[in-house]
């Protein structure tokens, strides 16, 4: 809990600068997500730019989703430019277990550098870690159980030396050593677009000044809180506005008083 409240204060302390290359949809949500927690957000995606604005970001964040030609290589530019700078790198493999052009383009960025944390939905998260899985859009399969994903999770953190972040109906992160539980959240969170690549903003924000798997762990816990504050009868468009005034507000004794993490030592079966 402290560590948690540490990093949440060090980024209104610090105010940094998180550069996103995401997708149309859930632009406007990733950008108020990181004002909302204290950081300042930067879209730009224009591959004769995002080198300069790369260099001068505290963290960067990459998103799959609704991809394009002019995206995948700002990305490769702007991912290759934080691995010179040593800037702590977000990916989120938005569609890699349904699009085999992004599970490529995927691969190929890996061999570019490995970012600091993968991010996926459990269907994206597992397709990475078993090559023959596919599914059905950008959903995540509701048959891949908690326990699966930790494994899946774990294995590609060792793989990579890296951080998986799988978002479902329990979050999960893993380093490798550590696999870490996160049971927030609502069924609402999915009524609304945007809200898994929010959770790529978030954890982009953290990642500015805490390199390690409680990044990952404070976004899970902070959108997760939010979520369930922000439940209402109203509909989508209520609880997206809910949504964002519960990120802006959230409070150390709320996130104290509702969290639900558990984290346990990785043992390979």
């Known amino acids: 809990m402290n560590k948690l409240n540490e990093i949440r204060a060090a980024v209104r302390k610090k105010q940094p600068l998180i550069h996103c290359i995401t997708n149309p949809i859930s632009i406007n949500q990733c950008a108020n997500a ?9 879209m730009a995606e224009h591959p004769a730019e995002v080198r300069e604005i790369t260099e001068t970001a505290d963290a960067l964040m990459l998103n799959l989703g609704n ?8 990305m490769e530019i702007s991912l290759r430019t934080a691995k010179e700078k040593n800037i702590p790198v977000i990916l989120d493999a938005v569609g890699v277990a349904c699009s085999g052009l992004r599970r490529d383009y995927l691969a190929g960025l890996l061999e570019t550098g490995v970012p600091t944390v993968i991010k996926g939905n459990y269907s994206e998260i597992y397709a990475m870690h078993h090559a023959a899985y596919r599914s059905s859009g950008v959903d995540a399969d509701a048959a891949i159980d908690g326990e699966t994903i930790g494994h899946a999770a774990a294995e590609l953190a060792r793989k990579y030396g890296t951080i998986i972040l799988a978002s479902g109906k ?3 992160a893993a380093d490798g050593e550590r696999i870490m539980y996160v049971r927030n959240g609502t069924p609402q969170l999915s009524s609304v677009t945007g ?14 000044v805490c390199r390690d798997i409680h990044a990952a762990a404070t976004a899970c816990a902070v959108l997760g809180v939010c979520g ?3 439940g209402t009868e109203k509909g989508s468009g209520s609880f997206m506005v809910n949504l964002m005034d519960a990120l802006s507000t959230l409070t150390d004794a709320q996130l104290g ?3 639900k993490i558990e984290e346990m030592t990785y043992e390979k079966p």
């Open 228 to 230: 369930q504050l922000a």
């Open 34 to 42: 990181i004002l909302a927690i204290g950081a300042r957000p930067i």
């Open 257 to 259: 008083q509702y969290m």
């Open 67 to 74: 991809i394009t030609d002019v995206r995948m290589k700002s």
């Open 195 to 208: 809200t898994g690549c929010m959770l790529g903003a978030l954890c982009g924000g953290y990642l500015s």
């Open 170 to 172: 329990t979050d999960v």
